[in-house]
């Protein structure tokens, strides 16, 4: 497979390399990679919550219940809502 990049981006993708030691084409398939990734979480909504109940397994933490969870984010918005009164 061929690729032509502009000469700006190609500029920065060679830097990128130089700075880290790296080779061009790993610098080219890390940034593809990661943009094919998060084109997935993006058609997956549910890939956060995932990722987030595989955090809590690994650390053995307990998931939060429908309950705890709403009063954690009703408590969450109450206190978004009074630091933006006090700043003002």
């Known amino acids: 497979m061929e690729v032509e990049f502009s ?12 700075e880290q030691g790296r080779s061009e084409a790993e610098v080219v ?13 993006v058609r997956n909504p549910d890939f ?12 053995g933490v307990d998931p ?11 408590q969450e918005l109450h206190a978004m ?3 933006r009164r006090a700043g003002r």
């Open 64 to 74: 939060l219940s429908e309950e705890d969870a709403a009063k954690l984010a009703d």
């Open 81 to 83: 809502r009074w630091e």
């Open 7 to 18: 000469e700006g981006l190609l500029r920065e993708v060679r830097r990128l390399a130089s």
């Open 29 to 41: 398939e890390e940034a593809v990679r990661s943009y094919v990734v998060r084109l997935a979480r």
């Open 48 to 59: 956060l919550f995932d990722r987030i109940d595989a955090w809590q397994r690994e650390r």
